[in-house]
Structures are given as structure tokens and as C-alpha cells.
């Protein structure tokens, strides 16, 4: 049974209800996080905290809890669901107020809501073979650094990828990458990493801080820097990342072939070093 935390009780999912007159309904006004927990420990809880608090600024909505009740409730949830790799939700909405009006109500009673869903391991045709990514004009507001629930630019552009037979969309701001959909963009090229430096205009992925911080741990030679479309074009590798499918190779890009059309070797020595530190992040030696 699915177990859901929403405004302090645990409950199953089919009761848990929240009001039609949501502000996160009626005007998406509200911010999220997805934490993934291998064998039941949360991946850089820290950090997924320290981006809640700084989504929640971004559209002034005061945090309901402090980080101690955060963490104690996140680890209730998972002791509470099936499954050692969990990927957590957790949403904060502004709230019902008596009437729609777009200003803030006085005063906001937070709406929060937290679910497990299983993590399931990226398959093994994707890790094998790769995947296929097009690309598209990001569209997006200029606050794409805030977790906002606000989603239909990026619901629109998973699903033109989607209509293309492709894992995801790579956008592409004035000539230059911003981020994926749903994840951040690196590229390989003479054997460097690259990745864009955070902005306004991405989001600023835990794992991509992960990766860099790993390849820095590694030897491996990383940089923050804008990525032109043409480098995108012309990348010897491209890989998105986010929580949920952690590091995957882009082997077509809007239908042409990357490098030899496999996944590169930057990639596989990358993979390695992650699958190491979530073992060590399943044992408890890592946080
Ligand atoms: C638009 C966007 N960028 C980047 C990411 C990657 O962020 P993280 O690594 O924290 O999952 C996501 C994750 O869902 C995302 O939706």
C-alpha cells in the first residue's frame, strides 16, 4: 500500500484530498523536490533541503517546516513504503485560500505533500545502447533556477520528444543549452566535460553538482561553461542527468548521430564512479 504524507498525517494515497481551491491547483503557485534514497538513505538530503528553501524564497512562500522535521518525516515516509530505492516527491503549495485571487492570501495555510514511488534502475537497453534526444527553443519563464510546480513548458516539450520516438528534449536558449526537460546537459569534448554554469535559466540538478564534484574527486577534468549549440552538434559525447535517471548517454540528436553513436568512454568511466558512490551511499558511509 502506498503510504502518503500530507500536512502531518500519514495516510494512503487514495485519502489523501486536498481542496479544488488549492492555489497549486488553481495556479500551479506552489514548489517540489524529487530526493532519491538508495537501500533507504536519502541522496544529499542537504542539498535537496538548501534547494527547497531556496525555491521557496524565489516565490516568497515562507518554509512550514525546519530541516530536523523534514528529515524526520522524509525517513517516517520511506520506513512507511515498500521498496529500498524510493524516489520522494515532496510539493509545498501556498495553500487554499476562501477565494481565487492571484495576490497571496493573508494568511497562507502551506499545503504539503510528500509520496514514495518505487525507483526503478534505468534499463539496461538505455545504459547499453543510449539514448535519442532532440532539441527545441526553450520557451521558459527566466526564474528556471526555482523547483516550481509550474511544469506545462516542460510537459509540452517531454512530450514533442516523445512524439519523435526520443528520451528527451535539450533546450536551447539564444544559440546556447540551457537544460534538458527533465535534467541537465554535459557534453564531452577532447575529453573534457562541460556543463553550463548555473543561472536563472536552469536548474540547478543535484546530480549534476554530484557529477562535478565526483569528476573533480577523480582526476577528471570538468567545467561550468556555455555550451553553443554548435558544440552541442559537435560533441564527441552528451549525457543528461538528474535524480531519477542518473547519468544516460544521448547517442542521436534530433535524429543524427553522436561521435560513433555509442556511449562514450567518458560516460562508462563516469557511470562507474557513480554506481560506486551510491554503494557506498547504500552502506551509510555517504550522505
Ligand atoms: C528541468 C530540470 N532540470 C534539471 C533536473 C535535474 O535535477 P536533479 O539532478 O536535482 O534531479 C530536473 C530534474 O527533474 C529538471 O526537471
Redesign the pocket.
Known amino acids: 500500500m502506498q503510504i502518503v504524507y500530507l500536512n502531518e498525517k500519514f495516510l494512503p494515497v487514495e485519502q489523501a484530498q486536498v481542496s479544488v481551491l488549492d492555489r497549486g491547483f488553481l495556479f500551479a503557485d506552489g514548489v517540489y523536490e ?1 530526493i532519491p534514497a538508495y537501500g533507504r538513505h536519502l541522496l544529499r538530503l542537504g542539498d535537496h533541503l538548501q534547494r527547497l528553501q531556496s525555491s521557496l524564497d524565489g516565490i516568497r512562500l515562507s518554509n512550514p517546516l525546519s530541516n530536523e522535521r523534514w528529515t524526520q518525516l522524509l525517513n517516517e515516509l520511506i520506513s512507511k513504503n515498500d521498496g529500498d530505492d524510493q524516489s520522494i516527491y515532496v510539493q509545498v503549495t501556498r495553500g487554499a485560500a476562501e477565494k481565487r485571487a492571484h495576490a497571496f492570501p493573508v494568511p497562507v495555510r502551506h499545503t504539503v505533500f510528500c509520496m514514495s514511488t518505487p525507483l526503478l534502475p534505468v534499463s539496461k537497453q538505455q545504459l547499453l545502447q543510449g539514448i535519442a534526444a532532440i532539441t527545441l527553443d526553450d520557451i521558459r519563464w527566466h526564474a528556471c533556477h526555482i523547483k516550481s510546480t509550474a511544469l506545462l513548458a ?1 510537459v509540452l516539450a517531454s512530450q514533442q520528444a516523445v512524439d519523435k520516438n526520443a528520451s528527451e528534449a535539450i533546450l536551447l536558449r539564444d544559440g546556447m543549452v540551457t ?6 546537459i554535459f557534453i564531452v569534448s577532447h575529453g573534457v566535460m562541460l556543463t553550463p554554469p548555473k543561472s536563472p535559466l ?2 540547478p ?4 553538482d554530484l557529477i562535478i564534484e565526483l569528476a573533480r574527486s577523480n582526476a577528471m577534468v570538468c567545467k561550468e561553461q556555455e555550451i553553443s549549440e554548435h558544440a552541442l552538434r559537435g560533441a564527441d559525447e552528451i549525457w543528461i ?3 531519477t535517471r542518473e547519468i544516460l548517454p544521448v547517442v542521436t540528436l534530433d535524429g543524427k548521430i553522436i561521435a560513433d553513436g555509442k556511449p562514450g568512454a567518458v560516460w562508462h568511466r563516469m557511470i562507474d564512479i557513480y554506481q560506486e558512490y551510491k554503494k557506498r551511499l547504500r552502506s551509510g558511509e555517504e550522505s
Not at 205 to 208: C, H
Open positions: 524529487v516542460n537544460e534538458g526537460a527533465v535534467s541537465n536552469l536548474l540538478g543535484i546530480t549534476r542527468t538528474s535524480s
